[in-house]
């Protein structure tokens, strides 16, 4: 009896360390943040857009806007074709099929950021550069925003389409057979019915995706052309927070505030992910109990 | 009469146009998702194939390797497996008390299992990159520094909350009843988790660990300020330590067009190892599914 009291102890407080090692990030990063805020205040910091550590200029903006740009692209391509694919396997495709599709998708998944990365510098960059770009009337490198939104919204598909297929399989079967009885065509049944049940489960499953985006690293930076400068139109670089902190956290200058900038840079992006995917999350969650 | 039944016709006609069209969109998407994953596949053999001899796993990279010379990335190889395989080790060693914890001892709604699984949620949005930075700052402090067990902490923190929830999710597969079954016979509640609902879940738990293995294998932002490297392979806990997706990483953003083929063969092997766990892990799953209690 004291045995099995003494294993419980030990469980439980190893699954106290989840708990303490979410907080800690959190503090750690803001306590390493805070010093650049005793030089000056937040909205300076997040809203300029002069990046001169030399000068101790640490305005963030590029850097946020450089994020939001690629990730939205990414979000924009990946989504419809995300929704797509999952209705065509949760409501199309014949078990065979399924048996083969799952598969890829699930190997999709799998491959690393710097493989993906590796891609787009073979293969998109000069799409981008030589075909896009003039076809638009603009000259690009190709390192651009828009071949780092087509990389990383290939990384996303797996995501939302996952999450997507879980949420449409989710809907009640009689459900789709009476409506299939009553004389309604397939698509009808995936538009007044499927989706009508889980559209807000497939808009979480988006935006699960899109949280996954804010973050993507390695993938982005090798082709976004890392130029920190607010970017105007697809086909301008960007240099996104995840690129900044992967390119210069770690070799320390001593410049006064730029470790703390960095912090800081990590507690906005921080930020920025973990609101979109814990509301995801949440009321994923809430999703699977129901059905539980 | 006539008219009303010609006008059912022709909405009868366009309804089945519309489910004709849609069938015809989602096969094109379905089309160009697989196809993309074709693009990425063969590229990547087609660019590696040139590079791709044994010297290249075989070997460490030798004088002036980064210049084009002989060598190849077994210390990449190596590295990756002992990071990722020791990584997964503490994460395991973390996760599955607690998922244990969670399904037997807690129950369902309780508040600290509401706060352990919302914590778990948190650390599951949190990018690599971010636990890089963390990972970076924690080994300041431990004054610890850039070595294979400062890459092996880090991963683990980004393996634990995928570990965690597949965990979870497969534990929470084990039908009450066997637990019921074996409390009924005397069992308390350690021994029918160990000894009844890990064995009955030992498939899924397998698919765990795949799952988070390839996660580690693949992951570079996280060890990009944490794990160092190195041309040598490493033997210590406290020796930097090179992997695979920085050996591509570096390899790629060389001059030399020789050493740039070398990271498109370094990437094939990434991805055939990456491959060869996504294989295991669907082995698994389906025994998972044939040992499925109804």
Redesign the interface.
């Known amino acids: 009896m004291k045995k099995e009291k003494g294993k419980e102890l030990v469980a439980g407080l190893f699954s106290l360390l989840p708990i303490i090692l979410a907080i800690s990030i959190f503090l750690l990063l803001l306590t390493k943040a805070f010093p650049l805020l005793s030089l000056k205040s937040l909205p300076t910091i997040l809203f300029s857009s002069a990046w001169q550590p030399q000068k101790g200029q640490f305005g963030l903006w590029p850097f946020i806007l450089g994020t939001i740009w690629v990730t939205i692209t990414a979000f924009i391509l990946a989504a419809p074709l995300s929704i797509l694919t999952a209705i065509y396997i949760s409501d199309y495709a014949s078990g065979r099929l399924k048996k083969w599709l799952v598969p890829v998708i699930d190997l999709l998944a799998g491959l690393p950021s710097v493989i993906y990365g590796m891609w787009g510098i073979l293969l998109i960059v000069p799409l981008v550069g030589k075909y896009l770009a003039p076809l638009f009337g603009t000259y690009s490198s190709g390192y651009c925003i828009l071949t780092a939104g087509i990389v990383l919204a290939v990384m996303i598909l797996p995501t939302i389409v996952n999450v997507s297929v879980e949420v449409l399989s989710a809907v009640p079967a009689d459900l789709k057979e009476a409506a299939l009885a009553l004389g309604a065509t397939r698509l009808e049944v995936v538009r007044f019915i499927v989706l009508k049940k889980s559209r807000p489960g497939v808009a979480a499953a988006c935006v699960l995706g899109l949280s996954r985006a804010f973050g993507e690293t390695l993938a982005v930076m090798m082709v976004v052309g890392n130029v920190p400068l607010t970017p105007t139109s697809l086909f301008s670089p960007a240099y996104p927070l995840p690129a900044l902190l992967a390119n210069n956290y770690g070799e320390m200058l001593s410049i006064p505030g730029y470790e703390a900038a960095l912090n800081l840079a990590a507690v906005v992006l921080l930020f920025m992910v973990i609101i979109f995917s814990l509301a995801a999350r949440l009321y994923l969650n809430k999703l699977e109990q129901r059905i539980d | 009469m006539g008219s009303r039944q010609k006008s059912t016709d022709r909405r009868l006609r366009r309804?089945?146009r519309?489910?004709a069209g849609?069938?015809l969109?989602?096969?094109a998407?379905?089309i160009?998702?697989?196809i993309?994953?074709s693009?990425?596949l063969v590229?990547?053999l087609w660019?590696s194939l040139p590079a791709l001899k044994l010297s290249m796993i075989l070997q460490t990279p030798g004088t002036g390797y980064y210049l084009g010379k002989k060598g190849g990335i077994l210390n990449a190889i190596v590295g990756s497996l002992e990071v990722s395989l020791g990584a997964t080790l503490i994460a395991l060693?973390?996760a599955l008390?607690?998922v244990?914890?969670?399904n037997t001892?807690l129950k369902r709604k309780s508040f600290?299992a509401e706060?352990?699984?919302l914590?778990?949620?948190?650390?599951?949005?949190?990018?690599?990159?971010?636990y890089?930075?963390?990972g970076?700052?924690?080994m300041l402090m431990l004054h610890l520094r850039a070595s294979l067990l400062a890459g092996m902490i880090t991963i683990a923190?980004v393996e634990?909350?995928i570990l965690?929830r597949a965990l979870d999710e497969t534990i929470r597969l084990v039908p009450a009843e066997l637990k019921e079954a074996s409390y009924a016979l005397g069992g308390?509640?350690?021994q029918t988790s160990t000894r009844v609902v890990l064995r009955q879940a030992l498939p899924g738990l397998i698919t765990s660990i795949l799952?988070a293995l390839?996660?580690g294998?693949?992951?570079?932002?996280s060890v990009?300020?944490t794990a160092g490297y190195t041309d040598r392979i490493t033997t210590s806990l406290f020796q930097p330590v090179a992997t695979l997706?920085?050996a591509?990483?570096f390899q790629?953003n060389s001059p030399f067009p020789e050493v740039q083929e070398r990271?498109?063969a370094s990437?094939a092997i990434?991805?055939l190892l990456?491959?060869i766990?996504?294989l295991l892990?669907?082995y698994f799953g389906r025994k998972l599914s044939r040992h499925k209690v109804r």
Do not use: C, M, Q
Request: aromatic share 12%; glycine share 6%.
């Open positions: 309804r089945h519309a489910e849609f069938k969109i989602l096969l998407s379905i160009l998702v697989a993309i994953l693009i990425i590229t990547i660019k060693v973390i008390p607690t244990i914890y969670l001892y600290l706060v352990i699984r914590s778990l949620d948190v650390l599951w949005g949190i990018p690599s990159i971010v890089g930075v963390f970076f700052l924690l923190l634990l909350p965690s308390n509640r350690w799952i390839g996660r294998l693949g992951d570079g932002a990009l300020f997706p920085l591509i990483f790629l990271a498109f990437a990434l991805t990456i491959l766990i996504s892990t669907r």
